[in-house]
């Protein structure tokens, strides 16, 4: 009897000093919150997350009560938004990769307590913002290499962003990689990017240039890559080119409309005897010698073109 007696006391003590030792533990866990409160307040946001923090591990050791119940969902739904604003803190004082790491931690927090509110998005948004901020910085230095890498990890997590493929096009392109611009351009149009098409447009006419100055001129290449510019972006050199290029290929029907946009575009003198001249000779290669005697009579004044204009007149068309 003696020793149940004992032990019957020996358990109430037990008890007692298990609810005195959860008050106290609750009681530590509100101070910890009510700091984290005072630190919310004055915009303190790494100590806010300390002491929120402190106070969350202690409640999550407890059993459960209504009170403390409450202050774990408060917690929870304040942490992520803490790391938010601390990340946004830092990036306004340009320091990047602290408030990359506080915007990643928003995120983990958010997943982790089950996506409470918006600061994830938040926090996802400011990371591509300063990303991308990043990358234009090397691009803007010149650090061309460096500003590929970096607009491709912009790309990573925000793969459809036509600037971004926009820059390492240009990037590419000043580090005379015309292949991997003319890739990156490309994908860049597909998003919608309008800057894209001119760049790309000059890289087919530059190639062109190029082939029609070889010796003797590539006129088929010629053609080929004028018709690529001007299926991105259409312009009085790129319809000039795949003019000449369409006439000496013997394209002539696919020359007339070319060239004719050329004369509207009121080219100088020079420009557009060229022009008359090619249409001369496609309405020739046509076999429509109304059309092509009333342009030669138009070279009849140029001294470039008066002998050559001369003799298609009255000796090969015998025009009226």
């Known amino acids: 009897m003696r020793r149940m007696k004992i032990s019957l006391l020996s358990g109430a003590l037990a008890l007692f000093f298990a609810i005195t030792a959860n008050a106290q533990d609750i009681n530590q866990a509100i101070e910890f919150y009510n700091k984290g409160a005072a630190a919310v307040q004055a915009k303190d946001w790494a100590v806010a997350i300390t002491e929120y923090a402190q106070a969350l591990a202690i409640l999550e050791e407890l059993e459960e009560t209504d009170e403390g119940t409450e202050m774990i969902y408060k917690i929870k739904e304040l942490i992520p938004n803490l790391h938010l604003f601390l990340g946004q803190e830092l990036a306004k004082e340009s320091k990047i990769d602290e408030a990359i ?8 927090m958010a997943d982790l307590y089950d996506d409470f509110g918006t600061a994830a998005i938040e926090a996802k948004k400011l990371i591509d913002q300063l990303n991308f901020a990043a990358a234009n910085s090397l691009f803007a230095d010149k ?9 491709n990890k912009v790309l990573e997590t925000d793969p459809n962003n036509g600037t971004a493929y926009f820059i390492i096009g240009a990037s590419y392109a000043a580090l005379n990689n015309e292949a991997q611009a003319i890739v990156a351009y490309e994908k860049a149009i597909e998003l919608g990017n309008r800057d894209a098409a001119s760049r790309l447009a000059n890289i087919f006419l530059t190639q062109a240039q190029t082939a029609q100055r070889a010796n003797p001129p590539r006129w088929a290449t010629v053609y080929d890559l004028a018709k690529k510019a001007l299926s991105v972006a259409e312009s009085t050199n790129a319809n000039l080119m795949f003019g000449n ?15 004719d946009k050329v004369l509207s575009s ?40 008066k002998q050559t204009a001369e003799n298609k007149i009255k000796t090969v068309l015998k025009c009226p």
Do not use: H
Request: neutral net charge.
């Open 101 to 108: 790491e506080q915007l990643n931690k928003a995120i983990e």
């Open 266 to 305: 009121n080219p100088n003198d020079n420009i557009k005897a060229q022009v008359i001249y090619r249409l001369a000779q496609a309405y020739e290669g046509l076999g429509k010698n109304s059309e092509a005697c009333g342009y030669y009579k138009q070279l009849l004044n140029n001294a470039t073109f």
């Open 143 to 151: 650090q061309y290499d460096k500003a590929i890498a970096a607009f």
């Open 245 to 259: 290029a369409a006439v000496e290929t013997r394209k002539f029907q696919e020359a007339i409309p070319a060239l």
